[in-house]
């Protein structure tokens, strides 16, 4: 059994179908009208890749192999997937239930599949350590999850319920690699990782241990502040679904009028909650609603989402961290320093394939 890490686009863009579908693509493109079974193996994927683009370097088109080659002829039934999420904190989870299949008449782009039978969809990524979600960060399409154990640590993870990890795993070493392509190809030549969302990890997992419970709302009291709202922030205790009330001006007489319910646990909400924060709305005759909710939305509210724009904004674990950045130089010292961040450069990533 293996752990294969794929992805639904360099935007995401194959998400919905992936899950409609219960299947993941290879959307690569040039191969669209290639039976990839018909190469036989890695040096056939990579005479083929040769074939199509002429122009483009060896190295290039040796990574290029190295991806598409597992996924055709190493991928079997029974291993399971990971599939980070583009648009919000959240990774999916799925076991394999058939392998590499060609589908002359499919759409264009989706001619190239596997079977999957998706177990979560919506695991938060503050459920995982470090070390994992830097494995998860690897700037490919396709590749087979080796390092730290990840395979039988996720298996763990499931039959617990996926429940959040035990903090203190350390990153892993350089030399550790995870494996594009079965072992008797040749390794990629160069793997990168996405530094900017192994960053923001970091910065979430701080967020989340330094506010939890009634600290959450604390912190979204003073990013609303910062953003020029006045604010009123209920009490520890049970608050009747009411955490923060905002509204501009200096004494909050200005509209919008904002009622504010922040939820910090790591399980997606469902649709009850966001419902219920309507009524509240119209209780205290607030314009606009917000719902943070740390661990993100069923899919149940993130279909209405459009629905809600002009009415209620929702904010998860990603969106809080953006606003949170967005006003650090505005916010007060005390709190910075909960929150110690400095700004640095470093070079952009290549492209995703």
């Not at 990524?125 to 730290?148: E, H, I, K, P, W």
């Not at 003073?222 to 520890?236: E, K, M, N, V, Y």
Request: charged residues 25%; contains cysteine; glycine residues 8%.
């Amino acid at each position: 059994m293996a752990l294969w890490l794929i992805r639904a686009g360099k935007y995401g863009e194959h998400e919905q179908r992936f899950f409609a579908d219960s299947a993941c693509y290879l959307t690569w493109e040039g191969t669209e009208d290639r039976d990839l079974h018909q190469a036989k193996d890695y040096e056939g994927i990579k005479a083929l890749l040769t074939e199509l683009y002429p122009d483009e370097k060896p190295k290039t088109r040796i990574n290029w192999a190295s991806q598409i080659a597992p996924f055709v002829f190493d991928i079997q039934p029974g291993d399971w997937v990971v599939m980070p999420h583009k648009h919000k904190p959240a990774i999916a989870f799925g076991e394999v239930t058939k392998g590499y299949a060609f589908e002359a008449k499919a759409d264009q782009t989706y001619r190239h599949s596997i079977q999957v039978k998706w177990l979560n969809t919506d695991v938060p990524r503050s459920a995982f350590s470090q070390d994992l979600l830097y494995s998860f960060g690897a700037f490919m399409t396709v590749c087979r999850m080796a390092r730290n154990d990840a395979e039988a640590r996720v298996r763990a993870m499931a039959k617990a319920g996926w429940k959040a990890q035990a903090p203190g795993a350390v990153a892993p070493t350089p030399g550790q690699k995870n494996k594009p392509a079965s072992s008797d190809q040749p390794p990629v030549i160069e793997e990168h990782f996405d530094v900017e969302r192994s960053a923001r990890d970091q910065i979430t997992k701080l967020v989340l241990a330094r506010f939890k419970g009634h600290g959450m709302a604390e912190l979204v009291g003073a990013i609303l502040r910062a953003q020029g709202f006045s604010t009123h922030i209920s009490p520890p205790g049970p608050d009747g679904g009411i955490d923060i009330l905002a509204a501009p001006g200096t004494f909050g007489f200005s509209e919008p009028r904002i009622c504010v319910q922040v939820k910090s646990q790591q399980n997606p909400i469902e649709r009850t909650v966001l419902d219920a924060l309507g009524g509240v709305m119209k209780k205290v005759s607030a314009t606009h609603g917000l719902l943070v909710c740390w661990g993100g939305f069923k899919s149940s509210i993130d279909r209405d989402e459009t629905q809600q724009f002009f009415h209620v904004r929702l904010w998860d674990a990603d969106d809080l961290v953006d606003e949170l950045l967005r006003v650090y130089d505005k916010l007060d010292a005390d709190l910075r320093a909960l929150i110690p961040l400095k700004r640095v450069w470093t070079l952009a990533a290549p492209d995703e394939a």
